[in-house]
């Protein structure tokens, strides 16, 4: 059966990393056609639309997975623009941005025995996107946004949380530990509804023999610079799991290395960690390895794990042998490095 994937490279190191992944796919022989769709913020520029209607229907209806680069989102306020990949993991309701950030043994720059998952809510929390402005009677500014937490949706991404936590004690021979990320000391109603919800889904029997504990955000950042290794599956709202991703990326040796998978029911697009660093766009030498990670994990979620193997076989002989870009060290490009990885990832 030939997968029908999608490829999304968008913009800046995206357009290089995504071929670069999908080399990498073709090499390990698994039967894919490729779906080129357009998305972000260059496309807008051109066309007055970042995510066209044409993208979402080509997933939905002839898609079995996706594979996404990067947007480059400006921080001022664009007349009719807003990010495509937030508005792609409301519409397909990819409820699960989950992350996995282990350990390179061969990169330098990465602390030893780290292996955990960090388990995003991935369609609430501020990036629901409802911000106002209004003006005082004196005439200053005041913003605000809605932040929403809900029940359902935190029920849902604790299931997942702690899915992967009884599949991990099971594969790790060993018991498994949910972390719940949240403030609920400082605000009680939305990260403590949250913690709440979090915590009675872990009263339920198949999850009996998961170890639970609970971290405050802010602590939470520090324990991943100086504790890393305690951490197994990690459960956070929205954008305190985007935050604790780019922290954990850093001490296993940087973005260039950390992927996600932006999970539904019954659809996955997965992408790297990082954007799409417009200070290394178009120079081709982006490391590719977060991406074709990206489509490791979106291999094994359509059930290929024997190709997703052979890539992450691939990626550590790379890793080993130097054979990188110049983030980690090597002098290999975007482009170089992947077809190394190709050829590993071939023999393993
Ligand atoms: P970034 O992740 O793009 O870059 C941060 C730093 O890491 C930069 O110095 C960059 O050169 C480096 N870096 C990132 N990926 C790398 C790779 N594969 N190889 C080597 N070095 C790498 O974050 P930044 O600079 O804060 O944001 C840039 C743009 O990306 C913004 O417009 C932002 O909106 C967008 N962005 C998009 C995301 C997405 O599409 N999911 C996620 C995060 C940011
Ligand atoms: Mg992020």
Redesign the pocket.
């Known amino acids: 059966d030939t997968l029908r994937i999608g490829s999304i490279p ?5 357009k290089e ?1 995504v071929p670069a992944a999908q080399l990498v796919v073709e090499a390990v022989g698994v039967p894919v056609k490729w779906i080129s769709l357009d998305a972000g ?1 260059e496309y807008f520029q051109r066309h007055g639309v970042a995510l066209p209607q044409s993208t979402v229907d080509t997933l939905i209806n002839s898609c079995d997975g996706a594979l ?8 001022h306020r664009v007349e009719g623009y807003s ?1 495509p ?1 937030v508005a792609l993991r409301k519409k397909l309701d990819l409820f699960a941005n989950i992350r996995p950030v282990i350990s390179s043994p061969h990169v330098p720059r990465s602390l030893p025995g780290i292996n955990c998952v960090i388990v995003r809510e991935n369609t609430e929390c501020l990036y629901v996107k409802e911000e106002q402005l209004t003006t005082t009677a004196s005439g200053h500014k005041v913003a605000t946004a809605t932040r929403r937490i809900s029940q359902e949706a935190s029920a849902r991404i604790a299931k997942v949380a702690f899915d992967i936590a009884v599949q991990r004690a099971r594969e790790f021979k060993r018991p498994g530990k949910v972390t719940i990320v949240h403030k609920a000391n400082v605000l009680p109603i939305t990260d403590g509804l949250f913690r709440e919800t979090v915590l009675a889904v872990s009263k339920e029997s198949a999850y009996k023999d998961i170890i639970v504990e609970e971290q405050l955000v802010d602590s939470c950042v520090y324990r991943t610079f100086i504790d890393p290794q305690s951490f197994d599956v990690l459960v956070a709202p929205n954008m305190y799991g985007d935050i604790i991703s ?1 922290g954990a990326a850093a001490v296993v040796g ?3 290395l950390v992927p996600s998978a932006n999970s539904g029911n019954n659809f996955v697009v997965a ?10 766009a178009g120079l081709n ?7 074709i990670r990206a489509a490791g994990l979106m291999l094994q979620q359509l059930g290929h794990d024997k190709a997703a193997r052979a890539i992450e076989a691939g990626i550590q002989e790379s890793l080993r042998r130097g054979q990188t ?3 980690l060290g090597g002098s290999e490009s975007t482009h170089s490095a992947a077809e190394k990885i190709a050829s590993h990832a071939v023999a393993a």
Not at 272 to 277: D, E, F, I, K
């Open positions: 968008a913009d800046g190191i995206g990393v913020f996404f680069g990067a947007v480059s989102s400006p921080s990010s990949i780019d940087g973005l260039g992408e790297p960690v990082h954007g799409s660093a417009p200070d290394i030498i982006a490391n590719p390895i977060a991406t870009t110049k983030d």
